[in-house]
C-alpha cells in the first residue's frame, strides 16, 4: 500500500548516512583571521576552503607560526568559531550551524594542545592495605631534586562510608568523616641547613590540635604556584561550619573561616590567593587567603558569596587545578637547581594554563544535589557564566581536563557528561556504566578520560570517539570510590570498597 511504501521510505532515510548541514549559498572560500586565547592575530587574513577540517586548519596555523618563528616545532591545536569548538566538523558546518554571515572575515581562536600523548591503561596490580573501605585517593609526583622524580606515590585517605573513624590521640579530631588527599607537589626545602619535605609527610608525622568535636569533612593542601610559594598551608573543611588554615610546618591554626551556615562540603585552593569552599548551605564562598595590599583582599577576609544551587553543593572543581597540582613539573622532566627557579617556572606554567601567552580568569565549576552545575569566574563576578543541566541524578564528582577545554560530571544517573570548559555548552554523554558514576579523572593530555562505577568497574573513554567505552577495567569485587591518573600518564589508581587498590598501567 501506499502508506506501508511511505513508511518504508521514512525508514530508509534514517538509516542512510546524513551528509552535512550546509548553508545552500556557503561560498567555496570564507575570508579568515586566526587569533591566539588573548586575541592576537596569527598571520594575514585568509581566503579558507569552507570545508577545510580541523586537520587543515592545524597544518595551516602551524606554517603560519613558522613563518615568524623559525624554532616552532609543529603542535597540535583547537579551534572554536564563535565559541563552538570545531570538533569532526568542516567550517562551513559550524558557520552554518551558528547562523554567522558570510560577508565579514570570521575570526578563528587557536589553541594550543599538548604535544605528548598518554597511553591507554589496560591491566593491572593489586595492593591490599586496608581494613575499611577505600574511599578516597591521589596520586602525586616525587618532586624533590634528586634522581626519583618523575616517579609517583599514592596517598590515601580511609573511611568507612557513613560511619566515623575515631582517632586515639588526644590532640587529634574525635571524629574523621572523610579526606580527600587532592595534595600538592612534595617539595624539598633546605631548613637550618637540613632537608625537609613539606607536603603529605608532614601531615602524616604531625597533629593538628582541633578546638571542638566536629568532624573534618575536606582536607587540601596549596599547590606549588600559589602566592605562598613555600606551600606551607593545609586548608581544612569541617561539619562545624568553619574552614581552618593551618601551617603545616608549625602545626598551628593561622587563621579561621567562619561565614557558612552549615556543613562545608568541598575546598579548592586557587592560584590567585584565593580559596573556594562548597557547603550545604546551598553556597559556595570566595576567601582571600593572601594579603594583597588591597582594602577588602586582606588574609582571611570573605570576598564574595557565590548563589544558585537549589540544595547542597557537594564538589568543586578549577580550571588551573592541574597546574597547582604539578607545579613547575611537566612531561620534560625538567630539573631546578634551587626553589625560586621552580618557584618561577610553576607561576609561568599557571599563566598559560590557559593555552596563551597570559594569565586568564580562573573558572570555577560547582556540582550540587539539585542535579545541575554552575559555572563561574569568582575571581571577577558573583554572577554564573552558565548553568549546565541534564544529569538527571545527583552529581558526584566534577573535573576540568588539564588544558581547561572540557569538564567532566559524574552522576547517579549512571551518566558521565561532557561540557565545554570555557562556555559551559554542552558537548556529549558517555553511556555504559550500569549503576551510579562516582569519579572521574583525567589523563594529562586532556585526550583520555577514566570513570569509576558502583557498578564496580573502571571504563576508559577517549574525548574524539565518547560514544562507547574505549576499555573496561573489570577486577574490583565491589563498589569503586577512588580513582585518579597519575601526573605522569603512566598509570590509574582506583580503591574500592572490597577494600583493595589497583594500580593500572598499559
Known sequence: SASSRAYQERKKARLEPQGPVIAPNMPESLPCRFTTMEGVPIGPTLDLPSLATTDK??????????????????????????????????????????????????TITCQPLAV??????????????????????CRIPQTDTGSRRGQDCSVLGRCVVHSKVHVPRPQA?????RMVSRWAPLRLERQDGRDSLVGPEDW????????????VGDLLDVG??????????????????????????????????????????????????????ASRDRTIKVWGVEDMGVEGKEAGKLVRTLS???HRVNSLALSCESVCRTGPFDHTAAHFPDSESAASRAQERYNTCGGGKVAEVERLVSGSDDFSLFLWTPSES???????????????????????????SASFDKKVKLWDGRSGVFVA?????????????????????VSASKDSTIKLWDTRDPKTAKHTLPGHADEVYALDWAPNGAQVASGSKDRTIKIWRN
Open 204 to 215: 602524616q608525622g604531625r597533629r593538628f590540635a582541633s578546638e571542638g568535636p566536629q568532624a
Open 173 to 177: 579530631p574525635r571524629a574523621l568523616h
Open 382 to 408: 558573583k554572577q554564573p557564566v552558565a548553568r549546565m543541566t541534564g544529569h538527571q541524578g545527583l552529581v558526584n564528582d566534577i573535573a576540568f581536563s588539564p588544558d581547561g577545554r572540557f569538564v567532566a
Open 57 to 106: 586548519l592545524e597544518n595551516l596555523v602551524n606554517q603560519l607560526v613558522a613563518a615568524e618563528d623559525e624554532e616552532h616545532d609543529a603542535v597540535p591545536y583547537a579551534f572554536y568559531i564563535g565559541g563552538r569548538e570545531v570538533v569532526g566538523q568542516s567550517v562551513a558546518e559550524v558557520v552554518t550551524a551558528l547562523g554567522l554571515s558570510t560577508e565579514t572575515s570570521l
Open 224 to 277: 606549588a604556584n600559589a602566592p605562598n610559594s613555600k606551600c606551607e598551608r593545609l586548608a581544612s573543611a569541617s561539619k562545624d561550619k568553619t574552614i581552618k588554615v593551618w601551617n603545616v610546618r608549625t602545626g598551628r591554626v593561622e587563621f579561621s573561616l567562619c561565614g557558612h551556615t552549615d556543613s562545608v562540603e568541598a575546598l579548592r585552593w586557587g592560584g590567585v590567593g584565593l580559596l573556594y569552599s
Open 308 to 310: 544558585g544551587h537549589g
Open 116 to 137: 605528548f600523548r598518554v597511553r591507554p591503561v589496560n591491566g593491572a596490580a593489586r595492593l591490599s592495605p586496608a581494613t575499611a573501605t577505600l574511599c578516597c585517593m
Open 429 to 449: 554523554t558517555l553511556t555504559g556504566h550500569v549503576g551510579p558514576v562516582y569519579k572521574v579523572a583525567w589523563a594529562m593530555d586532556s585526550r583520555l578520560l
